[in-house]
């Protein structure tokens, strides 16, 4: 999978895409990631990318003019044309779903928004999709960008080796993860539950499904319905606000 993204602090994007699971996967030539940096599309003599609101208004907009030649260069540099996100605050919100929807692309090209927003011409008419990380605002999409790409990553082939599988990870099944223990067996007097160490597959599966039912129940009762069982996928996560106005 190719992923470029567009941003005016390429020099965020060193560090955690270049350590662990995401650095072998460049190194494979599994996830290949392009920095582009937003300025170098700026034409006037103080290389400006934004400008003040029309109709007045707090901080500064960036410009389409500039985002849309620099997202035309950014598409030419592949052999195919990459599905165009935004990350804004005022996007869809990343989920399971979405993540593994967008790994199903062979191209990405993420734009990084700063200031008070983007040019609303440029969402419209340039912006396929547009992703918020969650409801709380960041000083920029630069972050987002990155979740983004650890997440998807994470579902491209071959990316996770034979070992770990997302299937079986939280949300693939609605549910949280179970807890999870390792030796010592006891340490300080804080002794792993008994279950884990008899051997008996079925008491343990039992065990980690018990577990998962409950931490899901005490910490994100959202993904269960009113009888306490699992709402199917479109029932949840969708970002949309319910009838009693909660997120
Ligand atoms: N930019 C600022 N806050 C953001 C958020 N929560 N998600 C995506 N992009 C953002």
């Known amino acids: 999978m190719r992923i470029d993204v567009l ?7 060193t560090g955690p895409l270049d350590v ?111 992703i918020s990380i969650g409801d709380y605002v960041l000083t920029g999409g630069e972050l987002p960008a990155m979740v983004l790409i650890d997440a998807v990553a994470r579902h491209v082939p071959g990316v996770l080796g034979d070992e770990v599988s997302p299937e079986e990870e939280s949300f693939v099944q609605g549910l949280l993860e179970h807890p999870q223990y390792t030796r010592p067996a006891e340490y300080r007097g804080w002794a792993v539950p008994e279950v884990l160490l008899s051997g008996h597959h079925a008491n343990v599966s039992k065990w980690k499904q018990e577990q998962r039912l409950r931490r899901t129940r005490e910490r994100r009762p959202d993904l269960l319905d009113a009888g306490g069982h699992l709402r199917k996928p479109d029932e949840r996560e969708t970002g949309e606000l319910q009838s009693d106005g909660a997120p």
């Open 20 to 130: 662990s699971i995401v650095r072998r996967a460049r190194e494979d030539g599994l996830l290949d990631l392009h920095v582009h940096d937003i300025r170098e599309h700026a034409t006037d003599r103080h290389r400006s990318v934004d400008d003040y609101p029309f109709g007045g208004g707090q901080g500064m907009v960036m410009r389409v003019d500039v985002l849309d030649r620099a997202l035309g260069h950014v598409q030419s540099l592949g052999t195919e044309a990459g599905l165009v996100v935004l990350l804004t605050p005022a996007g869809e919100r990343l989920t399971d779903a979405l993540v593994r929807e967008l790994a199903t692309h062979g191209r990405l090209v993420l734009v990084c928004g700063r200031y008070e927003g983007v040019d609303e011409r440029f969402a419209e008419h340039c912006v396929d999709r547009e």
């Open 7 to 13: 941003t005016l602090f390429p020099e965020a994007f």
